[in-house]
């Protein structure tokens, strides 16, 4: 290789690195900023005093131990008219003989079940609809029984964006917090996930919701038929349901503390990770620009990431010191940038991860090609419904 052809190559890739460092700021700074901003403007708003009626409704499997542990955290919560309808779909007797305890506690708890006729249909999805058939009010708050909320609040924490305009509440969830660098890793990765969809519906682009802490008006599931333009896969009753209806106009996000809900740690790893790959499934199919926007995220990371070992392995073997100095410069910044907002955002969630995020930040890239590599090799019929 001639000095010219050296030099132009070496142009090129310093370009190229600083490339991918400026879209990598760019979602740092502007969407994933938004969340801890937002969370320090919510806990300073007064008590809320807009409190509708409302129904909370909990599809169930085989969770009798879930429903006794949480569920009664849900039915004392401090709010003037509520409903807690719980589907229960085919589970062992346990679940069915806690929930009639439970109801003579609680006059305001109901129950139903899923037919075991029922085929041919995500039965999550059909517990829900039962549900927002069977209930009485205009808001839908939707949850598992596996989650509990963090406050009595939650529901007039949600509630507070319960106004004219607004037909869809987003909340935050993530992981009990305990010991364990896998136990800090999923922590870290739902944080990311949520400082990513929250942070982009705070900026007026929604494209998905978890359905551990969200609600939306019955108004909007019956004028969207439900789940109809999904029946054919055997989950996405949250985030691809509200990617069809959200837009800027009509979608809140509440992230105080008094809104956060919480989740048992996965038992295995494969659990999460199935989890996690059900939702590269559906994420796939979000119309808009936020599939290709969350692919450029993460490959700018990648190919960030990769540029900056090229460019310091050719800069320090050919002495390049002024290469070598802007890509270590470069990606200092980058790295003190996203550091610094991830911690920030953990904190206004509550979260005990911040010694660890300097590690999951460098290493998030490749678990998220992980992931895609893991949704490729399955076979198409594991996501449709059964």
């Known amino acids: 290789m001639t000095n010219i052809d050296y030099n132009l190559a070496t142009v090129i890739l310093l370009i190229f690195c600083g490339l991918m460092f400026l879209i990598q700021l760019y979602y740092f700074l502007v969407p994933y900023s938004r969340l801890f901003k937002c969370s320090k403007r919510q806990n300073k708003l007064p008590e809320n005093t807009n409190c509708p009626p409302l129904s909370v409704i909990i599809v169930t499997k085989d969770s009798a131990s879930m429903l006794k542990e949480n569920l009664p955290y849900i039915l004392e919560q401090d ?166 209806i959200a837009n800027k106009s009509n979608t809140k996000v509440c992230v105080d503390s008094d809104s956060i809900m919480r989740m048992p740690l996965p038992k295995y790893k494969k659990i999460w990770k199935g989890d996690k790959i059900g939702y590269e499934v559906t994420g796939n199919r979000y119309k808009g620009t936020a599939r290709l926007s969350n692919s450029i995220e993460t490959w700018s990371a990648v190919l960030f990431s990769l540029s900056v070992i090229v460019s310091l392995y050719i800069g320090i073997l050919n002495r390049e010191w002024i290469l070598t100095a802007s890509v270590c410069t470069a990606w200092l910044i980058r790295t003190i940038t996203a550091v610094t907002i991830f911690n920030k955002a953990a904190k206004a969630m509550g979260e005990k991860i911040s010694s660890f995020l300097f590690i999951y930040d460098i290493m998030r890239p490749f678990y998220s090609i992980s992931l895609k590599i893991g949704y490729m090799t399955r076979h198409k019929s594991d996501y449709m419904r059964k």
């Open 79 to 244: 709010y003037p008219e509520f409903e807690v309808i719980v589907v229960n779909d085919e589970s062992a007797g346990e679940d069915e003989d806690i929930l009639k305890i439970l109801r003579s506690q609680y006059p305001h708890l109901y129950h139903t079940f899923i037919p075991k006729s029922a085929k041919y249909v995500s039965r999550k999805k059909l517990g829900i609809a039962m549900g927002i058939k069977a209930s009485k009010y205009d808001w839908i708050v939707v949850t598992e029984p596996y989650c509990r909320p963090e406050s009595k609040n939650w529901l007039r924490s949600m509630s507070r964006n319960f106004v004219s305009g607004t037909d869809i509440v987003l909340g935050y969830c993530n992981y009990n917090n305990s010991k364990g660098i896998f136990v800090k890793r999923i922590i870290s990765d739902m944080l990311m996930v949520s400082m990513r969809f929250l942070g982009r519906a705070i900026g007026g682009k929604p494209y998905m919701g978890i359905g551990r802490n969200m609600a939306y008006r019955k108004d909007i599931y019956l004028q969207h038929k439900g789940f109809y333009n999904q029946l054919t896969l055997s989950r996405g009753e949250d985030d691809l349901f509200i990617n069809e």
